[in-house]
């Protein structure tokens, strides 16, 4: 069974202050995506990470994919009330017709202005 | 702006009755997923059809859940008899699946959820 534990769970600081959540598996994924889910809302794709290493910057918010492809971060700098949500990483099993995509735990994220 | 649409956005049944969730996937894509989200397991997925075709409903409870797509403009989640258990928000999310596969993944559009509750 493939498991994504998000770590961690709740995170609640002020407006202003840095903060990286971590995605952790110890199976090998074909890529890696993150989103932010709103209460009372689906899902949102933020990003796509697929080599291993690969950073991409998204404004204040930076992903990582792990050299293994077996983990990934989220690092957001400048915290601010409008990132407050639930944030999910979610690996791709790639089944050969399409892929499947296995979520994180999640981290629920509070930012205080 | 496209978006995937889900009806109802609220259920309230009684234990043993049954219930039906429909999904619009985005006009042209091919791929359409059912999650079901809950406190304790998270988001997870039920079932994912291509083409309209299932191609894995593994993770979903084939005694009582059932998920067909009658056409490409409406896939459905069907849960007869219904029990406490099944409690949760049921996500819909299409998709558009590269014809070859690949490492990348199509992007999924998520809807904004059923929320059941089972009494």
């Known amino acids: 069974t493939q498991l994504l534990e998000q770590s961690p769970q709740f995170l609640s600081i002020q407006e202003g202050e840095n903060l990286t959540v971590y995605c952790n598996s110890s199976?090998?994924?074909?890529?890696l995506q993150w989103y932010r889910q709103e209460p009372g809302e689906g899902p949102v794709l933020l990003v796509t990470?697929?080599?291993?290493?690969e950073v991409k910057k998204l404004k204040r918010l930076t992903f990582q994919f792990g050299d293994a492809r077996k983990d990934s971060s989220l690092h957001i700098t400048a915290a601010q009330p409008g990132d407050t949500g639930l944030y999910l990483c979610a690996g791709a099993v790639y089944g050969g017709a399409t892929n499947k995509l296995i979520f994180g735990t999640g981290t629920l994220l509070a930012v205080q202005p | 702006d496209a978006r995937v649409t889900q009806t109802p956005r609220h259920k309230v049944t009684e234990m043993g009755q049954e219930v039906t969730m429909r999904c619009q996937p985005i006009?042209?894509?091919?791929?359409v997923f059912w999650y079901r989200q809950t406190m304790m397991q998270g988001l997870e997925l039920l079932a994912y059809f291509r083409n309209r075709a299932p191609l894995d409903d593994s993770g979903m409870p084939k005694d009582r859940f059932s998920a067909e797509m009658p056409d490409a403009t409406l896939a459905t989640l069907k849960i007869q008899p219904s029990e406490p258990r099944d409690s949760a928000v049921y996500f819909c999310a299409s998709g558009l699946a590269k014809l070859a596969g690949g490492p990348g993944g199509e992007t999924q559009y998520f809807g904004p959820g059923t929320r059941l509750l089972v009494l």
């Open positions: 199976s090998v994924f074909s890529s």
């Open positions: 990470v697929v080599t291993g290493g």
């Open positions: 006009l042209g894509h091919n791929t």
